[in-house]
């Protein structure tokens, strides 16, 4: 009963459809979407002639290795997994180190819990305005600097101690939760569900990695802030090098994929523009 309510309240993806070739599905989803939305609909949405040089690419089947297919997506691919990886190692280990704080341990529990609210509502308001990368990449800045500078906080500060742990927290939580926007929209659609099942395997072995470095703090109680600070602030610089996909159209096949360079301004997926590969849309999806 849910599964059919759901298909008659939530319509498919355009996208996806275009993908598999059922124009006329995708096509009466967008003139609904537009009507809604009060946007004006021409009376052509695809271009038939890319539609049939599309067709070829309807065929292909992804694997694994496809994330690896090229030096370019396996860059990016490999720079994901890492990204993943050591965030969720720094989220999981100041959550599971919560009980090892100064104070009353369900208070601090309370505390950590509460400060991902805002983190949340921050992350939102970065992924509507501002580039990706940056994003990202400061809210890791964030939470790896404050966290490296527990170590210099006097023994007697401890409530210092705990608000720059929660403040680590906030930009480690910002920072987990845009990746799942950033990673999907760097991969084309055909690999875009296995990179992000990719990357999140990734980040379960980062959770699963995560208490042992909780567990250093039996031989120095700043080790572990040393660790996941480093490795955080690491991590941010790591994904200034990725490529930027704000303003960006989402590429639909490798070809697409292979204009968008790492190291090198967002501007590259220009190209995605006038690729030939797929069916152009002469309205902007909504």
Same mark, same amino acid.
């Given at each position: 009963?849910?599964?059919?309510?759901?298909?008659? @309240? @939530?319509?498919?993806?355009?996208?996806?459809?275009?993908?598999?070739?059922?124009?006329?599905?995708?096509?009466?989803?967008?003139?609904?979407?537009?009507?809604?939305?009060?946007?004006? %609909?021409?009376?052509?949405?695809?271009?038939?002639?890319?539609?049939?040089?599309?067709?070829?690419?309807?065929?292909?089947?992804?694997?694994?290795?496809?994330?690896? =297919?090229?030096?370019?997506?396996?860059?990016?691919?490999?720079?994901?997994?890492?990204?993943?990886? $050591?965030?969720?190692?720094?989220?999981?280990?100041?959550?599971?180190?919560?009980?090892?704080?100064?104070?009353?341990?369900?208070?601090?529990?309370?505390?950590?819990? %509460?400060?991902?609210?805002?983190?949340?509502?921050?992350?939102?308001?970065?992924?509507?305005?501002?580039?990706?990368?940056?994003?990202?990449?400061?809210?890791?800045?964030?939470?790896?600097?404050?966290?490296?500078?527990?170590?210099?906080?006097?023994?007697?500060?401890? %409530?210092?101690? @705990?608000?720059?742990?929660?403040?680590?927290?906030?930009?480690?939580?910002?920072?987990?939760?845009?990746?799942?926007?950033?990673?999907?929209?760097?991969?084309?659609?055909?690999?875009?569900?296995?990179? %992000?099942?990719?990357?999140?395997?990734?980040? =379960?072995?980062?959770?699963?990695?995560?208490?042992?470095?909780?567990?250093?703090?039996?031989?120095?109680?700043?080790?572990?802030?040393?660790?996941?600070?480093?490795?955080?602030?690491?991590?941010?610089?790591?994904?200034?090098?990725?490529?930027?996909?704000?303003?960006?159209?989402?590429?639909?096949? $490798?070809?697409?994929?292979?204009?968008?360079?790492?190291?090198?301004?967002?501007?590259?997926?220009?190209?995605?523009?006038?690729?030939?590969?797929?069916?152009?849309?002469?309205?902007?999806?909504?």
């Amino acid at each position: 009963i849910y599964s059919e309510t759901s298909c008659r @309240i @939530i319509p498919e993806s355009p996208r996806w459809l275009i993908s598999q070739g059922r124009y006329k599905e995708a096509e009466v989803i967008i003139r609904k979407a537009a009507k809604l939305n009060g946007v004006p %609909v021409p009376a052509m949405l695809f271009n038939t002639a890319e539609m049939q040089d599309s067709k070829p690419q309807q065929q292909q089947k992804a694997i694994l290795l496809d994330l690896f =297919r090229t030096r370019n997506i396996a860059t990016i691919t490999i720079m994901s997994l890492l990204l993943w990886f $050591f965030t969720s190692v720094g989220y999981f280990g100041l959550s599971l180190s919560t009980p090892n704080w100064h104070g009353n341990a369900y208070v601090n529990c309370f505390l950590a819990a %509460v400060i991902e609210v805002p983190a949340y509502v921050i992350a939102w308001l970065l992924l509507r305005s501002l580039p990706r990368r940056y994003s990202v990449s400061g809210v890791l800045f964030l939470g790896g600097g404050v966290v490296l500078l527990i170590q210099f906080v006097p023994a007697d500060y401890n %409530v210092l101690s @705990i608000g720059l742990v929660m403040l680590g927290k906030f930009g480690i939580t910002a920072a987990f939760s845009m990746l799942y926007v950033y990673n999907v929209e760097l991969y084309p659609t055909l690999v875009r569900n296995m990179a %992000v099942g990719a990357t999140s395997t990734a980040s =379960r072995l980062g959770s699963i990695i995560a208490p042992y470095f909780v567990y250093l703090g039996a031989y120095d109680r700043f080790l572990p802030y040393i660790l996941m600070g480093s490795l955080t602030v690491l991590i941010g610089i790591l994904t200034l090098f990725l490529p930027e996909s704000y303003g960006n159209p989402l590429p639909e096949s $490798f070809e697409q994929m292979l204009t968008v360079k790492c190291f090198r301004n967002g501007q590259q997926t220009a190209g995605i523009r006038n690729s030939k590969k797929s069916p152009k849309m002469l309205i902007t999806p909504l």
